[in-house]
C-alpha cells in the first residue's frame, strides 16, 4: 500500500462506513451490494484482456459474450431486485456499455407501458411460465408483476445490448396492451427477441414531429405497411440496431383511412429469428465507427414494404380498430414515456460517472508528487495545490449533489408513474420538466467535470490506462442523447414560463415550481452598491433562499424578454428563438435551486454529528462555488453585494482546506472496487506507478521487439535514401 495514501485514510476525520451506507440507503443494502459485486470480482467468467488492446470487432463480440453471460448467471444466482441486478451489472461491465441494454431498459418497458387488458389476456399464460416475474413484482411501475427497467439502465460502457435493455424493453413495458405484453416480453426477456428502439432518423433526431418513417394500415390484410420514405427517414444510431437486434420498435407516422395521426410505436421484426438473415424489405447494418461507445453496434434501418400484423401496433392508449378506426390516447405525449424514463434515470447516472472520475483524480493526486512549495523540501503531494483542490473539490461536492438529486429524480419517477399507470396524469408535466432539465443540468456539470478530473491529472489522464477517457467518450453523449441538452432546457422553461403565467394570474402553484407563487416585491432589482446583504455566507438555508430568489427572478426576467418580443409583433415562434437564450439560462437557474434545495434537504437526515459536519462542508462549497461562477445573476438580482463576492472566495479557500484532510475518505465512500474502476491512477492501493509499467507492456505493439513496419518501410526508405 503506497505510505501517502494509508496516511490520508488515517486522518478523515469521519466514519467512511457511514456515509456509504448514507448513499446506498442503509447498511443492510450496502453488505448486500458487496455481496453481489464479489460474485462478479471472484467469477474466472468474467475475467478478459483490457478491452483498451482490442480491435472493435473484438470489443462487440466480448460485449456480447458479457451480456449473455451476466443474463445466464442473474438467473442462476436467482438475483432478481432491481437495485441487486443493478450492482451486479455494474461490476460485470465495468466502464463497458452492454449490447442488450436497450432491450431491457427501453424495449420491454415500452411493451409494458402501452398494453391494452384485452392484449394483456391472451398473452397472460406466456408470461406467467417466466419465474422471475413474481420477484420484480412490487417494485414496477405501479404494474404488479413487471420488471424494474432501473435494473437495466446502462451504467459505465455502452454494450451492444444497451438498447435492447435500455430502451426496447422499457418501452414495451411502458406502451404494449397486456397482450402484447406478454406476447412480447417473454420472448424479449428471454431473448428469443432482441430489441432496439429505433426512433432517430438520419435527418430528424430532436423534432419528433417531423419524423418520416410511414406505417400505413391496411384493413384488408389487417397488417401495418412500414416505408422509409427517403434517404433521411432512415433509422440512425438506435444502439445494438446495426447487428445485435431482431425485433425494433419503430417509431412511426400512423396513417389509416386516409389521415396521418402522429407518431405511433410498432414492433417490427427485422431479423429472421432463426438464421438471423436481415428480412425482406429491411435492409440493417452498423454505422461505423463514433467517439466511444465502441462495443455498440449503433445501426440504421431502411424499410421498404414491411408488412406486420396489426397487433405489433403498441395500443395501451392510442388503437387501430380491424377496419382501420383510429381511437385517440388519453394524451399524445404518453408515446414520449420511455425517453422521460430514461431521462430520469440519466440523472443518477451523472453522479456516478463524476464520482468515479473524482475517486481517480483524487487518489492520484494523493500519491502523486510533484514540483516545490518550499524549497529545500521534498515534493509536495499535487493534492497539497490549492489549484488542485480548487479543481477537484467542488467536483466532488458536485458528486455528492447529483447523488442525493439523481435518488430524488428515481423515487419522484416511480411514484409519478405509477399515477399515470392509475389514470392520473396530472403531474405528467412536471415529471417531463424536472427529468428534462435535471437530465441537461447534471450531465452538462458532469460532462465538463470528467474533462477537469482528467486534465488534473497531467499527462497520465490522457493515457487510457486512467480510464478517465473511456469514461468521458461513454458518459459524454448523454449530453445528446435522449434529448439534446438544450432543447431538454427549453422544454423545462415552457412549464417554468406557463407557470409563471399562472402564478401572476393568481393561481396557486404547487409542487417544485411553487416558489413562484412568492410577492414579485421580494424580485424588484435594487441598486447592488445600496442593497443591504440579504445572504448570509455562511449559512446553508440562507443559499438555498437565495438560488430559489435567483432562478425567480431569472425565470421573471425571461419573461419579460420574451413579452418585449411578442409586443413588436412578433410571431410567437420568433419571439421565443429571440428569447431562447434568456429561458435556457432560466431553466438552469431553477435546476442549480433544486440541486441545492435537494442537498440541504439531505443533511436533515444524517444523525452521526461527524458524517453530517463533512456533508455540510461539502454543501455549502457546492452551493457558494455556484455563486462564486453565476456571480453576475445574483448581483443582478440584488441578492448579494460586491463585497461579499470577496468573502465568498475566501471562505471558498477556507472550505477547500477543510475538505482536504478528509478528500481521499469521501471519495473511498463511494466504494468502488478495483475492478469497478478498473484505473492504475485510481488504484486503492495508490501503487501506480508500478502497475502503470505493467499495464503498458500487455500493449499490442509490445507484442514484438520489432515491429513488422520496420521490415516493410522504414528498411526500405533507408535502402532507398
Ligand atoms: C443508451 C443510449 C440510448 C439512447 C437512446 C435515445 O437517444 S432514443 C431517442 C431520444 N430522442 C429524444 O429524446 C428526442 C427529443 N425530442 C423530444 O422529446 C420532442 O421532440 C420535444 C420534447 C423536443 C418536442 O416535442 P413536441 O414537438 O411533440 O412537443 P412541443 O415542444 O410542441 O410541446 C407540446 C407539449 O408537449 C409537452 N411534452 C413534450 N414532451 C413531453 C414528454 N416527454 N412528456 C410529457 N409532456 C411532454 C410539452 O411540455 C408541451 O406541453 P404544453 O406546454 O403544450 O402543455
Ligand atoms: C451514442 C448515441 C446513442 C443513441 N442511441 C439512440 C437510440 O438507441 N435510439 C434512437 O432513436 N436514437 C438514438 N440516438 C440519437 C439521439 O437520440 C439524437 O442524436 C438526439 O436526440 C439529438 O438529436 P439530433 O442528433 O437530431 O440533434 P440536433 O437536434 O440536430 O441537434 C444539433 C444542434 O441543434 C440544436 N437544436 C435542435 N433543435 C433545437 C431547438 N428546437 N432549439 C434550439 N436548438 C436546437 C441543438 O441544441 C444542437 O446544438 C443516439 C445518439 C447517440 C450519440
Known amino acids: 500500500m503506497n505510505p501517502d495514501i494509508v496516511r490520508e485514510r488515517e486522518n478523515a476525520s469521519f466514519n467512511l462506513e457511514l456515509l456509504t451506507n448514507i448513499l446506498d440507503g442503509g447498511e443492510d443494502k450496502t453488505n448486500r451490494r458487496r455481496e453481489i459485486e464479489s460474485l462478479v470480482i471472484g467469477d474466472p467468467d468474467f475475467q478478459h484482456e483490457d478491452l483498451n488492446f482490442m480491435s472493435r470487432s473484438e470489443r462487440y463480440d466480448a460485449a456480447v459474450k458479457k451480456s449473455a453471460q451476466m443474463i445466464l448467471k442473474l438467473r442462476e444466482y436467482g438475483i432478481s431486485d432491481p437495485e441487486e441486478i443493478y450492482a451486479y451489472k455494474r461490476v460485470a461491465r465495468g466502464e463497458f456499455q452492454e449490447p442488450l441494454g436497450v432491450?431491457?431498459?427501453?424495449?420491454?418497458?415500452?411493451?409494458?407501458?402501452?398494453?391494452?387488458?384485452?392484449?394483456?389476456?391472451?398473452?397472460?399464460?406466456?408470461?406467467?411460465?417466466?419465474?422471475?416475474?413474481?420477484?420484480?413484482?412490487?417494485?414496477?411501475?405501479?404494474?404488479?408483476?413487471?420488471?424494474?427497467?432501473?435494473s437495466c439502465v446502462h451504467r459505465g460502457r455502452p454494450e451492444p445490448l444497451d438498447l435492447h435493455l435500455g430502451m426496447f424493453l422499457p418501452t414495451l413495458l411502458n406502451q404494449s396492451s397486456p397482450a402484447q405484453l406478454d406476447a412480447f416480453f417473454m420472448p424479449a426477456w428471454n431473448l428469443e427477441i432482441i430489441g432496439t428502439y429505433a426512433q432517430t432518423e438520419m435527418g430528424h433526431g430532436t423534432h419528433i414531429r417531423a419524423l418520416e418513417t410511414t406505417a400505413t394500415y391496411d384493413p384488408s390484410t389487417q397488417e401495418f405497411v412500414l416505408n422509409s420514405p427517403t434517404i433521411s427517414s432512415i433509422k440512425w444510431w438506435p444502439g445494438g440496431l446495426g447487428k445485435t437486434a431482431n425485433h425494433a420498435i419503430v417509431l412511426a407516422q400512423l396513417y389509416t383511412q386516409g389521415r396521418c395521426h402522429g407518431l405511433h410505436a410498432f414492433i417490427t421484426p427485422i431479423r429472421c429469428m432463426k438464421t438471423h438473415m436481415p428480412l425482406p424489405g429491411v435492409v440493417v447494418g452498423d454505422i461505423g465507427p463514433k467517439f466511444g461507445f465502441d462495443e455498440v453496434d449503433n445501426g440504421y434501418l431502411k424499410l421498404e414494404n414491411v408488412r406486420i400484423p396489426r397487433e405489433n401496433m403498441l395500443m395501451k392508449y392510442a388503437k387501430v380498430e380491424p377496419d382501420g378506426t383510429y381511437m385517440k390516447p388519453p394524451s399524445d405525449k404518453l408515446t414520449y414515456g420511455t425517453m422521460v424514463f430514461i431521462r430520469s434515470m440519466i440523472v443518477g447516472e451523472s453522479a456516478r460517472a463524476l464520482s468515479k472520475s473524482c475517486t481517480i483524480a483524487i487518489r492520484y493526486s494523493a500519491v502523486r508528487h510533484q514540483s516545490e512549495l518550499r524549497p529545500g523540501e521534498p515534493e509536495p503531494q499535487i493534492l497539497d495545490y490549492q489549484t488542485q483542490q480548487?479543481?477537484?473539490?467542488?467536483?466532488?461536492?458536485?458528486?455528492?449533489?447529483?447523488?442525493?438529486?439523481?435518488?430524488?429524480?428515481?423515487?419522484?419517477?416511480?411514484?409519478?408513474?405509477?399515477?399515470?399507470?392509475?389514470?392520473?396524469?396530472?403531474?405528467?408535466p412536471e415529471l417531463h420538466a424536472l427529468s428534462a432539465g435535471l437530465k441537461a443540468f447534471t450531465t452538462w456539470a458532469a460532462n465538463a467535470g470528467i474533462e477537469v478530473c482528467r486534465m488534473s491529472c497531467g499527462g497520465h489522464g490522457y493515457s487510457?490506462?486512467?480510464?478517465?477517457?473511456?469514461?468521458?467518450?461513454?458518459?459524454?453523449p448523454t449530453c445528446t442523447y435522449e434529448g439534446e441538452n438544450t432543447v431538454m432546457m427549453l422544454q423545462t422553461a415552457r412549464y417554468l414560463l406557463k407557470s409563471y403565467k399562472q402564478a401572476r394570474a393568481g393561481q396557486q402553484l404547487t409542487g417544485i415550481v411553487s416558489y413562484l407563487n412568492e410577492p414579485q416585491s421580494r424580485l424588484q432589482p435594487h441598486?447592488?452598491?445600496?442593497?443591504?446583504?440579504?445572504?448570509?455566507?455562511?449559512?446553508?438555508?440562507?443559499?438555498?433562499?437565495?438560488?430559489?430568489?435567483?432562478?425567480?427572478k431569472l425565470v421573471e426576467l425571461a419573461a419579460k424578454n420574451l413579452?418585449?418580443?411578442?409586443?413588436?409583433?412578433?410571431?410567437?415562434?420568433?419571439?421565443w428563438n429571440n428569447s431562447s437564450i434568456d429561458l435556457v439560462r432560466a431553466s438552469d437557474a431553477h435546476c442549480h435551486y433544486v440541486v441545492v434545495k435537494l442537498f440541504a434537504a439531505k443533511l436533515s437526515e444524517v444523525g452521526d454529528t461527524a458524517v453530517h459536519s463533512v456533508l455540510s462542508t461539502l454543501a455549502l462549497l457546492y452551493a457558494l462555488h455556484g455563486i462564486a461562477l453565476n456571480s453576475g445573476d445574483f448581483l443582478q438580482a440584488g441578492l448579494l453585494n460586491v463585497p461579499q463576492l470577496d468573502h465568498i472566495s475566501q471562505r471558498l479557500k477556507a472550505l477547500l482546506s477543510e475538505i482536504r484532510p478528509d478528500a481521499v475518505a469521501l471519495v473511498d465512500a463511494f466504494d468502488y472496487r478495483d475492478e469497478m474502476l478498473n484505473s492504475v491512477l485510481g488504484r486503492y492501493d495508490g501503487n501506480v506507478y508500478e502497475n502503470m509499467f505493467e499495464w503498458a507492456k500487455r500493449s499490442p505493439l509490445n507484442h514484438t521487439e520489432v515491429h513488422e513496419s520496420q521490415h516493410k518501410y522504414l528498411k526500405p526508405l533507408q535502402s532507398k535514401l
Open 103 to 150: 432491450h431491457f431498459v427501453m424495449f420491454v418497458p415500452t411493451l409494458h407501458s402501452q398494453c391494452t387488458p384485452e392484449q394483456h389476456q391472451k398473452w397472460v399464460p406466456l408470461a406467467e411460465s417466466f419465474q422471475m416475474l413474481g420477484t420484480y413484482a412490487q417494485t414496477e411501475l405501479g404494474h404488479e408483476r413487471f420488471f424494474d427497467p432501473c
Open 527 to 552: 441598486s447592488v452598491s445600496s442593497r443591504p446583504a440579504i445572504v448570509d455566507i455562511n449559512d446553508l438555508a440562507s443559499l438555498v433562499e437565495a438560488y430559489k430568489l435567483r432562478a425567480a
Open 390 to 428: 480548487f479543481k477537484l473539490f467542488p467536483l466532488l461536492a458536485t458528486a455528492f449533489a447529483f447523488h442525493f438529486v439523481g435518488q430524488y429524480m428515481s423515487k419522484t419517477y416511480h411514484r409519478i408513474s405509477g399515477d399515470i399507470n392509475q389514470g392520473d396524469f396530472s403531474e405528467l
Open 563 to 575: 413579452q418585449g418580443e411578442l409586443q413588436q409583433r412578433k410571431s410567437n415562434e420568433d419571439a
Open 464 to 476: 487510457r490506462c486512467s480510464s478517465l477517457p473511456d469514461i468521458y467518450v461513454t458518459f459524454t
